[in-house]
């Protein structure tokens, strides 16, 4: 049966993630930096409001590069089920610090809105928001590219940050060039209100998400199908399945469920059949851990009740799924 124990392949990985999570923060890093500077010297409030949005990203591939570190250790006497949920701790606490920046960028840019603050330089702001896009549209891919190789939801969530960046980034030079074209200054604020809105947004996202797994919501129901099916495919020696329960730990799917199965089979028969489902689930949701406890069905007189057991069909299919299993 599977264990969460079972990490060495992952744990191969680990350097890759590391390695780019470690780019990513000196990106953002680089980033913050000169987005403040361009902000402050241009006096463009929507500038600015995306230097916050670049500080939230550094404090989030920060969290996010611990986290890997963290959540990939094995089971310990301490954490019978891993370090998976470090992940999503760190995910809302990162979403609420996300969030605090756009509420308070939102108050800034309307404050500017009320005073009417011009925008000094906005020739300025375009020409380095337009080197600042060009950088994290080549960190979003890259970041999204070892997010699938590596299958690092961290990543993941880093390379959507920077892919946000490029459409933020996009407005805020769209704003200055009609602000510098038209001379309405209230477009940058407006603007800035905007992006703001949109980090808010996105960082009740990334809340929503982090609570749910913390609060051991269920798998989607697209997934609960899946193990239903597979359980229903090996009828009859299955009968059905009982009080199926699902949850995510970080990257794991942790799967309990009670089988019923025909109380005909040998023991030895039944460790097989559910050591064979349990590997099926596995090939078809990543990094699932499923534990199983199997029942008896309550056939008072199998030899009369059990009349749809046909071992020969199941036999077969068992062997069919072992050749494709042992090519895969």
């Known amino acids: 049966m599977p264990s969460l124990e079972r990490g060495g392949g992952r744990r191969i990985l680990l350097p890759s993630k590391l390695k780019a999570s470690r780019l990513l923060i000196g990106t953002a890093i680089i980033l913050f930096l000169v987005k403040l500077a361009a902000g402050l010297y241009s006096g463009s409030i929507a500038v600015l409001s995306l230097a916050g949005d670049s500080l939230a990203d550094l404090c989030a591939s920060l969290i996010g590069y611990f986290t890997i570190i963290k959540a990939e250790e094995p089971a310990d006497e301490d954490h019978h089920f891993g370090h998976g949920?470090?992940?999503?701790?760190?995910?809302?606490?990162?979403?609420?610090?996300?969030f605090a920046t756009g509420c308070y960028l939102i108050y800034m840019a309307v404050r500017k809105w009320i005073a009417g603050e011009e925008v000094l330089r906005a020739g300025t702001g375009m020409v380095v928001l337009g080197v600042t896009t060009v950088v994290s549209l080549a960190?979003?891919?890259?970041?999204?590219?070892?997010?699938?190789d590596t299958e690092s939801v961290v990543l993941k969530t880093d390379s959507f940050h920077y892919a946000m960046d490029v459409w933020t980034n996009a407005g805020a030079i769209a704003a200055l060039g009609l602000v510098k074209l038209t001379g309405w200054v209230a477009l940058d604020p407006i603007?800035?209100?905007?992006?703001?809105?949109?980090?808010?947004?996105?960082?009740?996202?990334?809340?929503?998400?982090g609570f749910d797994v913390l609060t051991d919501k269920a798998l989607d129901e697209k997934e609960n199908r899946i193990i239903r099916e597979i359980v229903k495919?090996?009828?009859p020696k299955v009968l059905s399945a009982r009080e199926l329960r699902t949850r995510r730990s970080g990257i794991h799917r942790l799967i309990n469920l009670t089988l019923v199965l025909c109380r005909r089979i040998s023991l030895e028969e039944a460790h097989d059949v559910i050591d064979h489902i349990e590997r099926e689930i596995s090939e078809v949701i990543p990094q699932a851990h499923t534990t199983?406890?199997?029942?008896?069905?309550?056939?008072?007189?199998?030899?009369r009740d059990c009349k749809f057991f046909r071992k020969e069909e199941f036999t077969s299919h068992l062997q069919e799924e072992e050749a494709l299993w042992k090519k895969s």
Request: a negative charge; charged letters at 20%; aromatic letters at 14%.
């Open 85 to 98: 949920k470090f992940e999503n701790f760190a995910s809302f606490a990162q979403g609420l610090f996300i």
């Open 139 to 148: 960190a979003s891919r890259y970041a999204s590219n070892v997010a699938k």
């Open 191 to 209: 603007v800035a209100i905007l992006v703001s809105l949109y980090i808010v947004w996105q960082a009740a996202i990334i809340v929503k998400e």
């Open 233 to 235: 495919n090996h009828y």
């Open 292 to 303: 199983t406890h199997p029942e008896p069905c309550e056939c008072e007189d199998p030899e």
